[in-house]
């Protein structure tokens, strides 16, 4: 049994990753890190590896863009798990530039983006920099001869030795991120507590409405809905939705109405979420 | 009067402030390049420009999220009008280099979201950096004597004599950007083809669903509806819808009672195309 997460060693990938086999796996199972969102999804669907951990949406930040729109258009895979994991972002860096201003500051996008309002008020000047991995940016900063600082994980200061300067740094205290497992095995008809979908209608008046009613008939409760560009003209999206539903035949029921009265629909997968 | 817009020169933003000035205001005008959206937006605000240009949604990457979080949460600012341009993305180095396998590829993250495909096909394992605006990445790889490479704009490449070495190589070849212009007067009440606003609902099962029941009963249409994140915790949002109606007290009405039926509720603005 091989699990893959987004790499290296020190993300909060690795952190989910590590509580869901710990949790259904226990120790028979290895982990693999992957260097990119893309190469989690693509190595399951090649069949390399059993199943993937990958972040899907950041309670500051929202969605992560890649990982829906991989599920949706990209790959064939069913979400197995929801595990939710709490974040911590730290300013790090080494030793002898503590106290000094960073030239750069390097971090993961979505990091940048959840401390954008500590990094405005507090180094205002400085410039960002986008890597592939929280633990990429703490290994350049400890590379490097420059004054360069890091945003990234407590795990990520221990490998690299780093000093953190603050601690909790995002721009809310309370940062949850959502990580979802995905694998090939059709999880669509089992009973879980949370079921992941994606649909597109026609471009008419109230036809979101409609498909929406058809929910709300069955008393389906809606816990978010997302569009995402269908990437062709502008103002044509495709709708992704996580519903809570109990009873499965209800769920099913609805879900094939749903699938009659919409133009493109993909059920992406029925799951339990991972306390 | 002056028009803000996210420079330096050679953005898309100067693009789509120049063709705004250019219909509304003739030569009476003149362009402010700002180096963030925060900074127009904020300068708007102060008073320091009359209006500003900000980059809002693409065709292919959806949303620019530090866009729409502003004006829900940081700025009380009105939508005047809406700009579409046609987005093209090249990549470019100096001549030197041309031929030469790039270190590094540099662009505003928008535009390296927007060309995935094209790079993970031909530039697998070349670091991409993000900058502040695609005419940053130019000057950057100007003044550069690496193999450094840049996303931007046909004028980037002009104003920094850089090689296109390929053109179009966005995801998708159709690809178009819309654009709002903003100010401090209000624009609530006036005629106008589309509306923005967003709102939020008691996290109870078809509170959504309730709201959009609203705009089916007045006829109005849906153009977008996107959720973003709360903030405070995972699966809270707020919604933000585009509406289509041409009839100003229908509008006026079918808003009046989504504000009552709603815990939070702020109207953006209406506004016309720019076309």
């Not at 999880?187 to 471009?203: C, H, M, Q, Y």
């Amino acid at each position: 049994m091989n699990v893959g997460y987004l790499g290296p060693e020190g993300t909060f990938s690795q952190l989910a990753a590590e509580k869901y086999i710990k949790t259904i796996y226990n120790e028979y199972c290895s982990l693999v890190p992957f260097a990119k969102i893309q190469d989690v999804l693509k190595a399951v669907a090649n069949g390399e590896i059993d199943e993937g951990v990958v972040p899907f949406e950041n309670s500051i930040e929202g969605t992560v863009n890649y990982t829906i729109d991989s599920l949706i258009f990209d790959v064939d895979l069913f979400i197995k798990n929801e595990i939710i994991i709490p974040i911590c972002h730290n300013i790090m860096t080494r030793k002898e530039c503590v106290g000094k201003r960073p030239k750069k500051i390097f971090s993961h996008p979505q990091s940048l983006a959840q401390c954008r309002k500590y990094i405005e008020k507090n180094y205002p000047d400085v410039e960002t920099i986008q890597v592939l991995s929280n633990s990429e940016a703490a290994k350049i900063v400890k590379e490097s001869t420059d004054e360069y600082f890091a945003i990234s994980t407590n795990a990520a200061a221990k490998i690299y030795s780093l000093d953190i300067i603050e601690s909790e740094i995002q721009d809310r205290s309370h940062n949850e991120t959502r990580f979802f497992t995905v694998t090939k095995k059709d999880t669509r008809n089992i009973d879980g507590a949370k079921t992941s979908l994606v649909f597109s209608t026609l471009n008419k008046p109230g036809e979101l409405y409609r498909a929406l009613d058809i929910l709300s008939i069955w008393d389906i409760n809606l816990t978010k809905i997302e569009s995402r560009p269908l990437k062709d003209h502008l103002g044509t999206y495709i709708f992704y939705i996580d519903l809570e539903c109990d009873n499965v035949y209800d769920r099913l029921d609805a879900l094939k109405m749903l699938e009659r009265k919409t133009n493109f629909f993909k059920h992406l997968g029925t799951y339990d979420i991972l306390k």
